[in-house]
């Protein structure tokens, strides 16, 4: 039951991302549908490697296979933001109340909790992804709907957004010192982040933490643009 809820959960963020970081955007109509075509491509690619086991420890060496997908999925993100201007400036038109509030869908992590308590993913991994996730989720919401209403204090939301991307950085340190069957296994007690590497719990870090990683590269380069550094406002 709680892998079906992950697969339709996971499936739903990821289109609301990709829907609301383009659809939203100001990028010209054949950008937007080149950008839908290759979101809609790397799940598909996802999905069907983890169908197939590509995933599972051990498929492709010492090294998690998840990892490549994610440093894949975050490397073309990062060359697109540096090379692509259409790309940066699509991104910078998202209003900033829409970016915050896509964090909210980071409740979900309540599934590691979860997955640590039926025996699935081991301490500290799933306990700290889980609890880190929600509070930030916890913490868009407000800023959000603040942001959304009237000027919001620009420190609250560099602290925010900085605790946010940090929060990522960790879990994804702590999956992979938890890796079992790898040579920088720190954490050996358990499962690990067994659990990551197969459907519909890949779609974590292969989809969903890039894409998060990006909102936050996003909204740091919107607050820098303020022309007032003091305030932020729905922009």
Same mark, same amino acid.
């Given at each position: ?42 799940? *598909?690619?996802?999905? @069907?490697?983890? &169908? ?21 999925? #975050?490397?073309?993100? +990062?060359?697109?933001? *540096? ?23 980071? #409740? ?20 700290? +992804? ?9 913490? *868009? ?9 009237? +000027?919001?204090?620009? %420190?609250?939301? /560099?602290?925010?957004?900085? *605790? ?11 999956? #992979? ?12 007690? %358990?499962? %690990?982040?067994?659990?990551? @590497? ?21 909204? &740091? +380069? /919107?607050? &820098?643009? #303020? ?9």
């Amino acid at each position: 039951m709680l892998d079906m809820i992950g697969a339709i959960a996971g499936t739903a963020v990821y289109a609301v991302i990709v829907g609301v970081l383009i659809g939203w955007s100001t990028a010209r109509r054949p950008t937007k549908l080149r950008l839908f075509t290759a979101a809609g491509w790397w799940a *598909a690619l996802i999905v @069907t490697l983890g &169908a197939v086991g590509a995933f599972e420890p051990g498929a492709i060496g010492p090294i998690p296979a998840p990892v490549f997908a994610f440093v894949g999925l #975050l490397g073309l993100l +990062a060359a697109a933001w *540096a090379r692509w201007p259409e790309f940066r400036r699509a991104l910078l038109g998202v209003p900033l109340p829409a970016l915050l509030a896509l964090n909210v869908a980071r #409740l979900g992590g309540i599934a590691f909790i979860l997955l640590t308590a039926s025996g699935r993913l081991s301490e500290p991994f799933g306990p700290v +992804a889980g609890v880190g996730d929600m509070a930030v989720a916890a913490l *868009a919401v407000p800023l959000a709907v603040r942001a959304a209403g009237e +000027a919001v204090r620009a %420190g609250w939301l /560099k602290a925010w957004n900085v *605790a946010g991307a940090l929060d990522l950085v960790v879990a994804i340190a702590l999956g #992979l010192l938890s890796a079992p069957g790898t040579p920088f296994q720190i954490f050996a007690d %358990g499962p %690990g982040s067994l659990a990551m @590497t197969s459907l519909p719990w890949v779609m974590v870090p292969a989809l969903l933490v890039p894409l998060f990683l990006l909102i936050h590269v996003t909204i &740091a +380069a /919107k607050l &820098a643009a #303020l022309p007032h550094p003091a305030v932020a406002v729905a922009r």
